[in-house]
């Protein structure tokens, strides 16, 4: 799963830079689109292997930007939810089935809605692509250090931190509730063994 989410990714760039780089000022802007996943913003059970390749894109896709914008490339890292494809199929007949109950918080998408937004972000020279509202969410609660472009997005950025924190915060009690943890109690438990160490 790294191999061809990570490494994968990372060669195809790697090979595609040079022409891409070659007489850009003459031919306009650039870009490369990343795709990672709403499950490489947020940790989701079940997802252990795939949430660490689509986290390790972001890390990815930071640095790159760094490195290629004064070349005028423009990266964009698309976040999708669920997606109504034959490969989602194929996965649901294996995957436990509260990583199916967790990821529902997010819904699912058709292939072509998540298309447009991709393409429509792309245009815009967005960094991050958000695809639905918990997505809009997800790409707040995670602003982190990424670039961004848009003065209004930064603002709200700033502006929403600490209510979309605590909106996260409710979204993980409640997957600690589906996976039959008392968050509370782990919360208190956590707290304990500070107080031993
Ligand atoms: C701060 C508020 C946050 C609110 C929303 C939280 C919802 C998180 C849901 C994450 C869903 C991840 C689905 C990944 C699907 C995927 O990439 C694979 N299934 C592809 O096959």
Redesign the pocket.
Not at 36 to 42: D, K
Not at 102 to 106: C, K, L, R
């Given at each position: 799963m790294f191999d061809v989410n990570v490494i994968g990714t990372f060669h195809l760039i790697k090979a595609a830079l040079p022409l891409m780089k070659k007489d850009r000022k003459s031919r306009g802007p650039a870009s490369i689109a990343i795709i990672?996943?709403?499950?490489?913003?947020?940790g989701?059970y079940g997802?252990t292997a795939?949430s660490a390749s689509?986290f390790a894109l972001r890390g990815l896709a930071e640095a790159l930007q760094h490195e290629v914008i004064a070349d005028d490339i423009h990266v964009s890292l698309i976040f999708?939810?669920?997606?109504d494809?034959p490969?989602?199929e194929e996965?649901n007949r294996r995957?436990p089935e509260l990583?199916s109950i967790?990821?529902?918080?997010?819904g699912m998408m058709k292939a072509d809605e998540v298309a447009k937004k991709t393409i429509d972000g792309i245009k815009k020279g967005s960094f991050i692509i958000p695809c639905n509202i918990?997505?809009e969410?997800?790409s707040?609660?995670?602003a982190g250090l990424s670039p961004q472009r848009s003065y209004l997005m930064a603002f709200l950025e700033v502006i929403a931190a600490s209510p979309?924190?605590l909106?996260?915060l409710?979204?993980q009690w409640n997957w600690d509730m589906k996976l039959e943890i008392d968050p509370l109690e782990r919360m208190e438990s956590s707290s304990r063994q500070k107080v031993q160490s």
């Open positions: 990672s996943s709403q499950a490489g913003q947020v989701i997802y795939y689509k999708p939810p669920d997606t494809t490969g989602l996965e995957k990583t967790i990821a529902g918080s997010s918990e997505g969410l997800l707040i609660a995670t979309v924190r909106i996260g409710f979204f």
